[in-house]
């Protein structure tokens, strides 16, 4: 099977790539997974490390074709306040949960989840349920939207919790 051995970051590369490969958020943090193209290419994506994946950015083949990485619709939902203070403290909230969130500017995005959904209605937010590519943000230290940035083993990551939320990262 041909191995995909590098990505292009999106904007990086030109050209009618040779297939697309649609992915949702968890399937575009991979280092090494077995794929298929829309169009029928079968390859092993066989990086050195996880990399986050984002719409746009292309896959590298051993002959040099490209395989261009394209963001899955997912179940989310949009979360919407009165005033910007209000979004940040439910933003707050949710990322005192270290939940993956996408911030749009006048609303945010997250995955649905009943008890979080519920949560977000008690704090007076609105809920929109939408079907919609997922990119959350990457976080201070890389996970998720950060290009090639590895940040503990690939396959698990392990912090150490500390009261009050702090975390010792050296």
Same mark, same amino acid.
């Given at each position: ?31 090494? *997974? ?14 050195? &490390? ?5 719409? $746009? ?6 002959? $040099? ?18 005033? *910007? ?36 209605? &008690?704090?007076? $937010?609105?809920? *929109? ?19 090639g940035h590895d940040h503990g083993s690939d396959d698990c990551h392990d912090h150490d919790h500390h009261p009050h939320g702090s975390h010792d990262h050296v």
């Amino acid at each position: 099977m041909i191995r995909a051995l590098g990505v292009l970051e999106a904007g990086t590369w030109v050209g009618e790539p040779a297939d697309r490969v649609e992915l949702d958020h968890d399937d575009r943090h991979r280092r090494r *997974m077995a794929m298929t193209g829309e169009g029928g290419c079968e390859f092993l994506l066989d990086l050195p &490390k996880a990399v986050a994946l984002r719409s $746009g950015d292309a896959l590298e083949l051993e002959d $040099g074709r490209l395989v261009e990485v394209v963001s899955a619709p997912e179940a989310l939902v949009e979360i919407a306040a009165d005033d *910007m203070g209000h979004l940040v403290q439910i933003a707050w909230h949710l990322g005192n949960r270290h939940l993956p969130t996408q911030l749009l500017g006048d609303r945010l995005r997250i995955r649905r989840d009943h008890v979080i959904e519920e949560m977000v209605e &008690k704090l007076g $937010g609105g809920i *929109m349920p939408v079907s919609a590519p997922f990119d959350p943000e990457g976080g201070a230290y890389g996970h998720g939207a950060v290009h090639g940035h590895d940040h503990g083993s690939d396959d698990c990551h392990d912090h150490d919790h500390h009261p009050h939320g702090s975390h010792d990262h050296v």
